[in-house]
């Protein structure tokens, strides 16, 4: 006879008690690392001057780029990543409206869940634009929503991409800036 296996299911109500990071992915907790590496902080800390300066040299009026912002997709899915840009008023302690752009940098312990997990929920939440940064092959790939599909763009690092944010919002960004 085979045991049963009992999962945990939790939600954001459960989610709000909890100290420290957490992610959580349909009904299941993930702990985020509570110390990010150098490398994975100096690199996010380029990414959002990027982004911040960009939106302020466009002057959009509506959009803002964070750090660690709950992105809640559904009742039993709170997601943080490590970057993002948001058009609109932010009334609660989450949103739970696609943001306009997302990043998340690879570790070795995030790999799997960012390049498959994260990449189907934020593909079906709608978010334009999902960044993934490698710090150890120093790549970026950029996915943008096509016919409510993924599709990797092309475009040179050191050439500006342009990033459709809104309908009064485009940003450009030297991707190769957030290595140096």
């Known amino acids: 006879m085979s045991a049963v296996k009992l999962l945990p299911y939790y939600t954001y109500k459960d989610y709000c008690n909890w100290e420290g990071r957490w ?5 299941i ?3 985020m690392s509570p ?3 150098p490398r994975h902080q100096w690199i996010a800390a380029n990414i959002l001057s990027e982004l911040r300066s960009a939106i302020k ?8 780029a964070y750090d660690f912002v709950d992105v809640k997709v559904e009742e039993d899915t709170i997601l943080q990543p490590d970057a993002s840009v948001i058009c609109g008023q932010i009334n609660k302690p989450f949103i739970d409206f696609p943001p306009s752009l997302v990043v998340e940098i690879l570790s ?8 498959i997990t994260k990449f189907s929920i934020y ?6 634009y999902y960044i993934i940064v490698d710090p ?15 599709t990797l763009q092309k475009f040179s690092p050191e050439k500006p991409f342009t990033f459709l944010l809104s309908d009064d919002c485009n940003i450009e960004i030297v991707l190769k800036n957030i290595w140096e």
């Open 57 to 64: 040299k466009s002057e959009c009026q509506n959009c803002k």
């Open 123 to 128: 593909e079906k939440f709608g978010i334009k």
């Open 136 to 150: 150890d092959k120093e790549m970026v790939e950029i996915y943008g929503v096509e016919d409510s599909k993924y």
């Open 29 to 31: 907790p993930y702990a």
């Open 108 to 115: 070795d312990s995030t790999a799997l869940k960012d390049r």
């Open 23 to 27: 992610e959580l992915i349909e009904g």
């Open 35 to 37: 110390a990010l590496l």
